[in-house]
């Protein structure tokens, strides 16, 4: 079908005008529109009326588009844009498949990163209901963050933090608490070419996982720009929805970027370095190690790329991120990090090694806590809550009978240090 024949037929095309008024709304405030085209048949497709743009790239940096419906049946979307009156090939848009909302669809579509005048719809089976299609204005902004650490070290490098990159973006007010035993890495594998930023990029991401998937939050912990510029995503402690279905005990790390056939910055490799020592530090993880993963019911490293899930029969889904050219190179990350040393005075003592083995499980629990452990079982262990308050102490001889305790965070603390977080769900 050609665009004169489409805008000819009066009976069914309606025509849908989008302008862009004034300037940016202030930092990292992006906008964003949604539309519900119609759609008709033709030979053996259904296309959708032409979706007018009406808007100058000068304030923008880029267009992010997305669509959903609800319905149990995944089908094929394309879609294309009109450039200086001519009309491109039709591209796909990409399945989301990571914990989409219930009885919904989601896809994604590229970044368009020039001027374009019009867009259209394609679908070869037609959707029971309405195809929700969402427009996301990247603003073109300049970065608050300008002094970047250069050298990685267990220290947090200076974070955008959620207000930073979007004040309007909710925190999920209902979160599931989750206590990390791996950090898992990402690639947002999106376009290598955005001239910003990147805040509208993560506001964009954000924008796509609650109002495109129908998810709480975004779903990474940490995001990462090629500059260095270190964001963050759902607060530490927060379990994020990245890994598969497979989120328990992890902490979810994107750098932003398409990283199948180029390697990250050295910033962006730096900034990344330093998030893995100040997240093994704080969460005691050992950076060269590999355990079980009790959701996913495998043994996986413990720092670990997206794709890894495949290891696991309880993932849904498979992928190649984060990218056949950045993959290969979280072995030699890790070996840096083991090497600080910060990390080695934090994780690797003699007395730090004997906590290591004691463990606390099922985590979160609801009643009773397992131990397991090879320190002397003459010893006990003092638990406390989040407000440090003391609750009793334990022989490491017997396992715990907690049930009376209110759901929450607990630490568990022996010989003076704290062996692990437990959090109570009822």
Known sequence: M????????????????????????????????????????????????????????????????????????????????????????????????????ENRKAYEGDFILDEFSSVQLKIMTPINGQLHVRFFLGQNQKSRITDLQKSISCEIP????????????????????TIPTHIIIHHSAGSNQVNSDYSSVVEYIWDLHVNTNGWDDIGYNWLIDPNGVVYEGRPDGYQGAHFSCINENTVGICLLGDFSLTTPTELCMTSLGNLIAYETKDHLIDVLGESYHETGDFILSNIAGHRDSS???????????????????????????????????????????????????????????????????SKTVELVNANGGHLGFYSLTENLDLAHLQEGLYFVIYEGRVVQKLIKQN
């Not at 207000?163 to 599931?176: E, G, K, R, S, V």
């Not at 690797?348 to 002397?376: A, C, M, R, W």
């Open 311 to 377: 290891g696991s029969e309880n993932a849904c889904s498979t992928t190649a991120c984060p990218g056949d050219s950045f993959y290969p190179l979280l072995d030699s990350i890790k070996v840096v990090v083991s090497n600080l040393d910060c990390y080695q005075d934090g994780i690797s003592s003699t007395k730090q090694k004997e906590i290591n083995q004691l463990v606390f499980y099922p985590n979160p629990f609801k009643d009773k806590v397992n131990i397991h452990g090879s320190v002397s079982t």
């Open 2 to 101: 050609n665009y004169s024949y489409l805008v000819t037929m009066k009976n069914w095309v309606r025509v849908v005008l989008f302008c862009l008024f004034g300037n940016t709304i202030g930092f990292a405030q992006s906008q964003t529109l949604e539309v519900v085209p119609n759609f008709e048949k033709y030979n053996t497709g259904f296309y959708s009326e032409v979706i007018k743009f009406s808007s100058s790239f000068e304030e923008l940096s880029f267009v992010g588009i997305s669509c959903y419906h609800f319905d149990d049946n995944e089908i094929q979307i394309e879609y294309r844009i009109m450039q200086k009156g001519v009309w491109s090939t039709w591209k796909k848009f990409k399945s989301q498949h990571e914990m989409v909302a």
């Open 158 to 177: 200076e974070v955008c933090e959620r207000t930073c990159w979007c004040p309007a973006c909710d925190i999920d007010p209902t979160p599931q608490l």
